[in-house]
């Protein structure tokens, strides 16, 4: 069974377009390696050949991919999303309890997760710790350099 996850209008378009390029130019550009190499001689001994059919067979996996994960994709309508908790594509600023740091984080899928725009997984960690919590609640969030506490401040959308 596949996973569903959740895009935005923005983030589904750029997986789409990634694979219709693939499909096309990316195809196109494989078959022209290997029409190349097969003018070069005998195919039994020929490196760049097999190189060039080893290359069409990853890109076609990469392809049935990206297919999988199109069909399984579904578009969120971001002026559903409800406020009062954290969930996918939830604005959600939050305080380290600790070094009382405050930053404000995007809730997105895996895929469009982009950490200089401050847009994080909810599949991470400190997504995970997040998503259910209302203004006011902590997260205890176990990451990688132990346990940090973190108070959700605010959610918008």
Do not use: C, W
């Not at 750029?14 to 097969?38: F, V």
């Not at 895996?110 to 919590?133: M, N, Y």
């Amino acid at each position: 069974m596949s996973k569903i996850n959740y895009y935005t209008e923005e983030g589904l378009n750029r997986l789409k377009a990634e694979l219709n390029d693939l499909k096309t130019k990316g195809r196109t550009a494989i078959a022209h390696q290997i029409a190349e190499a097969r003018d070069k001689g005998d195919l039994s001994e020929n490196a760049e050949y097999d190189a060039a059919k080893d290359a069409q067979g990853l890109h076609e996996l990469k392809i049935s991919k990206l297919e999988e994960v199109v069909a399984n994709a579904r578009l969120l309508d971001e002026s559903s999303i409800d406020t009062s908790i954290v969930s996918v594509l939830s604005h959600v600023k939050i305080k380290n309890k600790k070094t009382g740091a405050e930053v404000t984080y995007t809730l997105v899928s895996e895929e469009e997760a982009d950490l200089k725009q401050f847009r994080i997984s909810v599949g991470s960690p400190i997504g995970k710790g997040l998503l259910g919590k209302k203004v006011g609640e902590t997260a205890e969030i176990t990451v990688p350099a132990g346990k940090i506490e973190f108070e959700v401040l605010e959610i918008s959308r």
